[in-house]
């Protein structure tokens, strides 16, 4: 807010100092009362019960153009902030009145003090006030409640999880895939029209040719050269694979040679007018492509019909083929098959292997390659975890502490002397030479009404460094060496205040030359006639056991069998 000093007339009286003062006084008392009186609290009760809800209201009367801030989170300690409601905005004059509710709660009995809040109106803090509230318990009239056996212990399954869903992804995947592979690959494609004529027979194949000539209009178009280039083609494709493999590359003196040497040597049984016919045909070619030749449309037809005729009297001077050709040309044609097939196998191996480095690479990249290969081979930290984690409390007074698998009970047998003394219950997950372990242990002393009255609550019941001292003396005797010490006060999110002892150790394997590196945490905390003490051990330089241990860490809460004022 901006106030302005009232401008004096030259022509007044000019005020003595002490006057001076007293405005000076009156306006900076003026200006801080309106100040402080921007924000105001409300609450609708100072009593309440276990676990009933207070509403805290903050008020805030500020100009338009103002930046107001409320408190965020569990500001309210040792409350807890059950829920935050929207703020209100309400116009009032030329400013706004924004107001925001708080729900409070506590589950404990006792006397506490809600701290005073924080309000940034601009860039100015503004500090509400602290309040007391009492918590009361719920009188239990214990001569009419109906008292049960404890209930027996009910085995509940676990659950399953998502596992199915990635299971479900992965069998997705793999079947597109495979489909992609089968109609890219292994598909017997239908064949082109090229593809068809090419598994036709030499002699089929020569004949749709030629009637294929026969359709094109390089005659009617005048193109002599390329119907005699496509006609002699025809003829010589056929020598080729039935009667001289060089009958391509050949020129027509040297295919005309050559026919006639076959047939002298009685390989062919080829007549003097085929041989004619060719040779007269093939020089004609020669002449139409290479001298520009022109020869009648007439005659070109009666050469694809000599040609036509020509390769019918080939076809029936060529001997019939032996059963040796036949079962040779039979495991030409398997081999050919078996090429392909393998081809087939070879790249669908390779496409497959390619895909797996790719998506590997690809979830590298993106989680990191140690993450991907423990998803897949596994590991033991990952799977607890990413497991389902329970949240129970332990013993009394309870030790609420979550963990990925629930602590069992241990029995921990003493003689009678000790029992008539102290009693032991003890929860656990593994043992120290399991490397990762986690174990709770409350120890309750019986001490007379007489000497608990007369016993100076000041005084500590038990001295917490040395019962550190001892438990890690009892690591020794488990075999556990090359033990690190640093100890350091530990609060927990409830406000309970306790020692910790932390460091590394060396697990000796029995019976085996195996050691291993570890780090542990010892956690251990009092409360009257009341021992409590929390041990996790875990595999050093493991990234998934240190989430899991802070995780473990910022989960531990006691509850105190009797409750204790809330320190302001």
Known sequence: MNYKLPILNNELKKPSASSFRLFVLGFFSLFFSISFSQVKTEIDTTKIRIGEQINYKIKVEVDSLDLVVFPEGQTFMPLEAVEALEIDTTKKDAKFLLS?????????????TIPRQKIIIGETPFFTDSLRVEVNTVVVDTTKQKLYDIKP??????????????????????????????????????????????????????????????????LIRAEVKEY??????????????????????????????????LKDGNQIELSKDTIKNLESILKRADLVKFAKSAPDTALAEMD?????????????????????????????????????????????????????????????????????????????????????????????????????????????ELPEEVLEKMTITSFAYGTMLDIFSVSITTTSLKIPPQQSQSKDKKEPTFDLLEVSEETIKGFETEGITDITVKREQFITPNAAEGLKTFGTLTINIPNTDVKISGEYALFVFANDNVLQQIVVTWPEDDIYAQEMIQRILDSIELNPDEPQEAEE
């Open 153 to 218: 212990i009910i085995d509940v399954e676990k659950s399953g999880g998502n596992w199915w869903k990635w299971l479900l992804g992965i069998l997705l995947a793999i079947a597109l895939i495979a489909f992609l592979l089968y109609w890219f690959i292994w598909r017997k494609k239908p064949l082109t029209e090229e593809e068809e004529i090419a598994l036709l027979p030499p002699y089929d194949r020569a004949k749709l040719a030629l009637q294929k000539l026969d359709e094109s209009q390089y």
């Open 304 to 412: 694809k019909l000599t040609i036509d005729k020509e390769i019918d009297h080939v076809k029936e001077s060529l001997p019939e083929p032996s059963e040796e050709e036949k079962l040779l040309d039979l495991q030409y044609k398997e081999e050919q098959e078996r090429k392909k097939k393998r081809k087939k196998v070879i790249l669908t191996v390779a496409i497959s292997v390619f895909l797996l480095i790719a998506t590997f690479v690809g979830f590298g990249i993106k989680y990191g390659f140690s993450y991907v290969k423990d998803t897949i081979i596994g590991h033991e930290s990952k799977e607890l975890l990413e497991g389902e984690w329970v949240k129970s409390a332990y013993g009394y007074p309870p030790v609420w502490i979550e963990t990925p698998i629930v602590l069992k009970r241990v029995e921990i």
């Open 100 to 112: 925001r509710i708080y729900k409070l709660t506590q589950f404990d009995s006792g006397s506490y």
């Open 228 to 261: 005699y280039s496509e006609l002699t083609f025809i003829i010589r494709k056929y020598l080729d694979e039935k009667v001289y493999d060089r009958a391509l590359e050949s020129t027509s003196s040297e295919l005309i040679s050559r026919l006639q040497l």
